[in-house]
């Protein structure tokens, strides 16, 4: 049975995937007493148990490299930290360049890396064809490998982060939803629920998607759109490498990685607009045949077992919005990381936990803060997929 609503609570955190069970966690585990987690549905049933589940730091915003990287840490480590296998496999993260101009963008963004401590390269098409026997060279100038980089199962994640909170002393509820925020002399009072409601002095939104709405109650503006994403499994792979890389045709954003016997693989849509769309269409699947006929055409004819849609969090750079509300004291957010939520979400969890607790975050994110829309001061991200 699901524990009772509480009475009142020192935060309260909105949102039931990665971001919000690993910031629940964390402050748990540093000792906040009486952290509650809101989740309307099931536990990650938002964007993260329908994420592709690839983890890495290779991009090219120093920020993002920092809180990939150490998530990658927690990622390794986690059968260990958590009790709980997540399938975590190191095969690589490989980025497949056609352009001049992509090349020597990689190029920086794999100097900025090997300066950070990610081991990436760039390499020849050779040494990509072999890295990833799939791919079809022609066209291709160059690409950009890490190899401790790769994929995991973000339905094990969440289970592991669910039980370490519980264990840490946090209340998790899952169905149960957060309809509104209280708000009394510029400051947090309580979160309302479907149940009642809970007196606080913090709130984290942790709401991915839906962030935008839960902005809007407390009076804060958080511009995050969702957008749909598709992800479809094909059957059984004759004579498949076990150590496929997570695979990226930069130039059409077409990429695969192993998926038990099969491949995991997808596409974003130049033509989706903006929307909580979650049912599945048909109208991507003409471009998506042309890409993987020309990138992988061994794959042509294999077949469809399996598909789903989710969300992207975007905002308007592609960066992540992570700091503290200026005119609302407790509230804090960690949203909008436009389709990296459940990479960066072990490190994430941790930053919070240090923007709560007052102290110096691991890692700088001050850039995240939603204020540098106002001041003009975006950070685009290139390696976003």
């Known amino acids: 049975m699901s524990p009772q609503l509480p009475s009142s609570a020192s935060v309260v955190v909105i949102g039931g995937g990665v971001v919000g069970l690993a910031t629940a966690y964390e402050l748990a585990r540093a000792g906040v007493r009486d952290v509650v987690l809101l989740e309307r549905d099931a536990l990650g049933s938002g964007s993260t148990c329908r994420a592709a589940g690839g983890v890495r730091a290779m991009f090219s915003d120093p920020v993002n490299v920092a809180l990939g990287a150490r998530s990658l840490e927690t990622f390794r480590d986690f059968p260990v930290r958590f009790g709980q296998d997540i399938d975590f496999a190191p095969v690589g993260y490989l980025f497949l360049l056609s352009t001049a101009e992509a090349v020597a963008d990689f190029e920086a963004a794999v100097a900025l890396q090997n300066e950070l401590g990610v081991p990436s390269r760039v390499i020849d098409v050779a040494e990509a064809r072999e890295l990833s026997p ?58 309302r629920t ?69 491949l995991l693989l997808g596409m974003s849509d130049p033509d989706e607009t903006p929307g909580f769309r979650l049912t599945r269409s048909d109208a991507w699947l003409p471009r998506l045949g042309e890409a993987v006929e020309r990138r992988a055409p061994a794959l042509a004819g294999v077949g469809i077992a399996s598909g789903w849609a989710g969300l992207y969090e975007m905002t308007p750079d592609h ?53 540098r829309f106002a001041a003009a001061s975006v950070r685009p991200e290139l390696n976003i997929v």
């Open 134 to 191: 799939l791919v079809d060279g022609e066209g291709l100038l160059a690409a950009a490998f890490s190899p401790t980089d790769g994929h995991c199962t973000p339905e094990s994640v969440v289970l592991g982060y669910a039980a370490a909170a519980r264990r840490a002393g946090a209340t998790v509820l899952p169905h149960r939803a957060a309809t509104g925020i209280d708000v009394a002399g510029g400051r947090v009072t309580a979160v």
């Open 194 to 262: 479907d149940a009642g409601a809970i007196r606080t002095g913090t709130v984290v939104c942790a709401a991915g998607a839906w962030s935008a709405q839960v902005g809007a109650w407390a009076g804060v503006d958080l511009p995050v759109t969702p957008l749909r994403r598709q992800i479809l499994v094909t059957e059984p792979v004759p004579g498949l490498d076990p150590h496929t890389p997570f695979t990226i045709d930069f130039a059409t954003s077409f990429y695969f990685h192993r998926e038990g016997e099969g």
């Open 319 to 371: 960066n992540a919005l992570i700091g503290r509300a200026e005119a609302v004291d407790g509230f804090l957010y960690a949203t909008g990381f436009s389709g990296h939520g459940f990479l960066m979400g072990p490190a994430v969890g941790e930053v919070v936990r240090d923007l709560y607790l007052g102290r110096e975050t691991l890692v700088d994110v001050s850039g995240l803060d939603v204020r």
